[in-house]
């Protein structure tokens, strides 16, 4: 194998968001290995970031309404990376971009992997008006994408059953977290005298993550309940939905139980996985959790979640074992579990997923899935 073709739509340095870090991370641990990797997206102009000897990203200057509609200005530089690669993996194929780079890759006969997430899931979260006719239409050409791709991967089990009565070149890869995350997890004693517990979220903020539904849940707890010994940490790059959430937690007069870090370094995150008590993913919709990067940090470091049954949380959540499930927008449900795991259940022991992985050992299950298309030719 000679070069990997990685095609997503947006990518910061350092990635923020799901599909960024995903697509990142496995390009780095490839390039790590020797292999040459390109990492194509959209960008505001065109140019190229090189990360390492192995490594780069290619900017296609492009109209960008949001991270799912970008609009490429010229098709010259896909054709071009397209053309110089030999494994073309697209991350995000219900994309302009992604379609693009696909049709190429498939004009000039190269191996194509594409990774469905959410399958059938994206458009639900668009205002029905738009949402139909762009459901029919992108359903359609994500259909064809699948049957035509050499390989398509999935995530979690419930993509994998649905792509399967399309074909069966489908197969279930997790994402992987940084080795980081499996060392032994350190005791951090909590200040003298206190006992409050900690609540953690980490993650994207966003109304699809939930939090809407963490800081009323909250206010449950903490003005209808009358509990006052507990913290809600949230760790999150700071956006516009920051500023909402604060008005929220000030109008519900919660301020002095909610800790907002900011973006924050993989060892800084590790620190207050450390130190919580439980770590809550909220989200609202299938569609924005394909996998749950969070969950895996979080059982690497033997804490127990309590996600919603959104996505592949209703897959990986075992009911009292590595945590539990409460109703999407159900606050009260999620301020029972919250209620329930930090004060009569806190035990943390339990076995490890077993789609709980590093980087190197998934980078290697795509060197081996990479090297088995390249010698199907």
Known sequence: MKSILHVTTLMSLPPVGGIEIVTYNLAYHLAKRGYKTTILCSGERNNEVSISDSLKIVYIKSLILNSNLTFPYSIDKIIEEVIKHDVVHIHFVDSILGILAFLIALIYKK?????????????????????MPLRIFMDFIILIIIELADIVHVKNIGDLYKVKKITENVVLIPDGIPELYFTIPKKFHKSKGSKEHIVLYVGRLDRLKGLETLVKAANIIINEQGIND?????????????????????????????????YLKEDQKIRIYDIADIVVIPSVADYVEAFSLVASEAWARGKKVIASRAGALKYRVKENENGHLFNPSDPNNLARKIMETVYHNTHNNFPLPKDTLSWQKVADIFIKLYNTILRSR
């Open 111 to 131: 191996k194509i992997v594409v990774s469905v997430l959410a399958y059938l899931e994206h458009y639900k979260c668009l205002k029905y008006i738009i949402r």
């Open 230 to 262: 507990i913290k809600f940490v949230i760790v999150g790059a700071y956006n516009k939905f920051y500023y909402k959430l604060k008005r929220m937690v000030h109008n519900y007069n919660i301020e002095d139980y909610f800790y907002f870090t900011g």
